[in-house]
Nanobody, 132 residues
Framework: QVQLVESGGGLVQAGGSLRLSCAVS????????MGWFRQVPGKDREFVAG????????YYADEAKGRFTISRDNAKNTVQLRMNSLKPEDTAVYYC?????????????????????????WGQGTQITVSS
């Protein structure tokens, strides 16, 4: 069965940086597009970043553009999220997710990867706390 395990979370001062990693096992990793989401208690899960199965395209939420970078290493079965210039409002539980399958003709990779219901598997989450 597919497993996703996040690591790299913790406490950081505002303006600092963190790098999250997600290790995937139990599936053919290169067949899955990957995404990062975050969630604050009492609020809906929010899209952060996504990357296609071959890494040729990346997608970001407006709040993440210019500060966060998603990447993947298919040889190591990992996906990373580099976060720079962190703000207190970035405080959340961050989740790694995997999406199997292609996009229909005329479809949008962004619309698919930014929708949590498109994903097949999720990690347990890792807490990021940014102090002011």
């Amino acid at each position: 069965q597919v497993q996703l395990v996040e690591s790299g979370g913790g406490l950081v001062q505002a303006g600092g940086s963190l790098r999250l990693s997600c290790a995937v096992s139990g599936v053919a990793f290169s067949s899955y597009a990957m995404g990062w989401f975050r969630q604050v208690p009492g609020k809906d899960r929010e899209f952060v970043a996504g990357i296609t199965w071959n890494g040729d395209s990346t997608y970001y939420a407006d709040e993440a553009k210019g500060r966060f970078t998603i990447s993947r290493d298919n040889a190591k079965n990992t996906v990373q999220l580099r976060m720079n210039s962190l703000k207190p409002e970035d405080t959340a539980v961050y989740y790694c997710a995997a999406r199997e399958g292609s996009i229909r003709y005329g479809g949008s990779w962004y619309r698919a990867l930014s929708n949590e219901r498109e994903y097949n598997a999720w990690g347990q989450g890792t807490q990021i706390t940014v102090s002011s």
